[in-house]
């Protein structure tokens, strides 16, 4: 039982992000790739060296499309559409979906994404089956959200491609 909570403990800790463990001082990266389905894991997360460390599920955004495979991207507020480009991973943020990243879009495609408050977050809507659409963010399973801030922390790179 003692063991147990301190298993809840730690995961608790490790949720709210006063430690981080298992990411070294060597950056990571991950790339989303928009030719997938959004019911195929297509945001894979790589070491410096290139070896895969893990992959899961992403939407994509609303006004990219409906379906399983997003049609259009834009950079504009307001349109909950996903943004092709190179993102730098932001600050941690608090908000209606719980804990997550905010992006910094470093290219012209998604130079807005700051200000159009575009984040990796956890989501019930996508994975197991389910492919729902974000309003333009990177969202991630629930349960493989502390796996995703583990690995990929503040300025890392994130690139979404098609």
Sequence with gaps: MVYLSLLNFLRLILFLGL?????????????????????????????????LLFSTYTAHGSGSGGGTYPTHFSNVEGSHASSLGTYKI?????????????MHGLDKSN???????????????????????????????YKDLNMVMILLTKGDILVARR
């Design 19 to 51: 430690i981080t463990i298992f990411h070294n001082s060597y950056a990571n990266y991950a790339i989303v790739d928009f030719s997938k389905s959004s019911l195929e894991k297509r945001l894979n997360i790589y070491s410096d060296s290139g070896k």
């Design 90 to 102: 932001g600050e941690v943020h608090y908000g209606k979906n719980g804990k997550g990243y905010r």
């Design 111 to 141: 130079s807005r994404a700051y200000e159009r408050y575009i984040l990796v977050h956890g989501a019930n809507y996508i994975g197991n089956g389910r492919s729902g659409t974000s309003w333009g963010c990177f969202a991630v399973p």
